[in-house]
Nanobody, 124 residues
Framework: QVQLVESGGGLVQSGGSLKLSCAAS????????MAWFQQAPGKEREGVAS????????RYADSVKGRFTISRDNVKNTVYLQMNNLKPEDTAMYYC?????????????????WGQGTQVTVSS
């Protein structure tokens, strides 16, 4: 079983930055591919970014390319999401997810482990 705990969310003005963290435990972190998802009120959960076990391969949703960066530290068992130039439409709950098979899809059915989420609110 994998436990995921997100942190770093908050309220920020449009154009600002936030860095989300997700600490993992319960399984060898370097055996997990990781991802971040967002879910706005009344909308489906959408994939934002994913990263391979080694960190060498990343994928991004078109809506965040050039603004968000996913990274990981396999010593600290933590995955990060650096979010720059935030927009009001980025307002959502952000969830960390993990997959033990190493897949990198940006659909929620790829991942079997989920955190509780951290709220990001971007004011205009």
């Amino acid at each position: 079983q994998v436990q995921l705990v997100e942190s770093g969310g908050g309220l920020v003005q449009s154009g600002g930055s936030l860095k989300l963290s997700c600490a993992a435990s319960g399984k060898t972190f370097s055996e997990l591919s990781m991802a971040w998802f967002q879910q706005a009120p009344g909308k489906e959960r959408e994939g934002v970014a994913s990263i391979s076990r080694s960190g060498g391969v990343t994928r991004y949703a078109d809506s965040v390319k050039g603004r968000f960066t996913i990274s990981r530290d396999n010593v600290k068992n933590t995955v990060y999401l650096q979010m720059n130039n935030l927009k009001p439409e980025d307002t959502a709950m952000y969830y960390c997810a993990a997959d033990g098979r190493g897949w990198l899809g940006l659909t929620s059915d790829t991942y079997g482990y989920w955190g509780q989420g951290t709220q990001v609110t971007v004011s205009s």
